[in-house]
Every structure is written in C-alpha cells, then in structure tokens.
C-alpha cells in the first residue's frame, strides 16, 4: 500500500497492450498502524472491526492507490462496492504475512475469470499439453511433468514428444497426480490414474523420456500413421 513500484507500472503496460482483464492485490494491509489480523473473516469485515485510526489510513493510502492509478489511465474501485466491471478494475486488500484478504482474492480472481474469459476457459476435448519439467526420481525412473490444458490423457496412449535428437513416439506407462494440496514437483506419494482430463498438472512415465524437452507440446496419436503426421 506504498504505491506503484516501476515494474507494476510495466506489468500493468504489458496487460494494457494485450488487452488481458485482470484485478489488484492491495498488498500490505498489516503495515496499517494498529492493524487486527483475522484470516479467516473476509476483508471487508475484518476492515469494519479497525480501529478508526486504522481505517482512516487506509483510506488515505486507497485515495492514494486510485489517483495513481488514474495517472496510468485506470480505474480502480475495492471490488464490494457496485460499479461497472467493464470500467473499473476491482482491488482486493490483502495482507501476504498475515493472510488477510487471500481468500477473498482467490474468489475475485476465480468471478473475474469466468466472467471475461468464459470462451477460453471452456473445455475442449482437443488436446493442448505442454511439457514443464524432465526429472529422475527414485522408483519412478525418469518422469515428464505436463501442463494438460484441454483434451485427455490415458494409461498407455502413444504420444509423439520432443526431443533432444528430434521428435520421438513412446507409450505412457503411468499417469500420477499429486495428493491433494501438495505440489506435482515436489516429491511425494502419488495418485495413479487409468484417464485423467483438463486441466491439471500430471506425470507421466515411460521409456526414453531422459531426452525430452521442456517447454515442448506433448501430442497423442489416435492411429499409428497420425505419429509421422506429428513428428
């Protein structure tokens, strides 16, 4: 709550160019003078139970965040109070130390995405997978980590990779997710699936994936001519 930063000011150029919605995180909260942390109450209500020093400076400091804001040609208002969503960008208070306002943010950002990216979020059965990371684990043996955007996967699909000497075709052994609230690339026990669908992260094994390529697209070949057609 400390003002644009340099790099905030270029991120907001680069959203503005491609035209890309997005909202605010009002960083900070917990530096308020006297300020109450309270996680798990939404942050609108947590801001009514401030003392009136605290709120009084807040609103200094979001009076401040808005004319700066309005110098980079963009309106900004704290995303409980009704205006047009097509003229106002919404802030969201939130306190990264202390979790305030972090649920909250996570809703805003989830309502803001369905509402202006609904063409984009919708599933297709097309597959759209991208490699993410290439890495050895013990019992696992070499194992591709894979963003899965839209389509499926299943047990034993051949798939047509990337490689280090050039395009290849294997079978994938294994799909493994993480347990629930853990991270794909940290080590863990993980869930074997037989299909899985978009979009989440999976691992994969299989033979020769040593050689595959991050950042590459990962296709399935339905019939064994369509493995030269993606090579």
Not at 116 to 143: I, N, R, Y
Not at 167 to 186: A, D, F, K, N
């Amino acid at each position: 709550m400390h003002g644009l930063e340099p790099q905030t000011i270029e991120s907001i150029n680069i959203l503005k160019k491609g035209k890309v919605p997005f909202l605010v995180a009002l960083n900070k909260v917990d530096r308020l003078l006297d300020w109450r942390r309270n996680p798990t109450s939404g942050i609108r209500e947590n801001l009514k139970k401030q003392k009136a020093t605290t709120t009084s400076q807040f609103d200094d400091r979001f009076r401040k965040a808005i004319s700066d804001f309005a110098e980079q040609g963009i309106n900004v208002s704290l995303f409980w109070e009704k205006v047009s969503s097509k003229d106002y960008v919404p802030v969201c208070p939130t306190s990264a130390i202390t979790g305030d306002g972090m649920g909250d943010l996570m809703a805003l950002l989830a309502l803001v995405s369905q509402k202006q990216l609904q063409e984009k979020l919708m599933f297709s059965e097309e597959l759209e997978c991208h490699v993410l990371e290439v890495k050895a684990l013990p019992g696992l043996g070499t194992t591709v980590d894979v963003i899965l955007r839209n389509g499926m996967l299943k047990e034993g699909d051949t798939v047509v990779l990337c490689g280090s000497d050039g395009p290849y075709s294997t079978q994938i052994r294994t799909l493994l997710t993480p347990q629930p609230l853990r991270e794909l690339r940290v080590k863990n026990a993980y869930i074997q699936h037989k299909e899985l669908a978009a979009a989440q992260g999976v691992k994969l094994t299989g033979k020769e994936l040593e050689k595959t390529l991050a950042g590459t697209p990962l296709f399935v070949a339905k019939q064994p001519d369509e493995v030269d057609y993606f090579k």
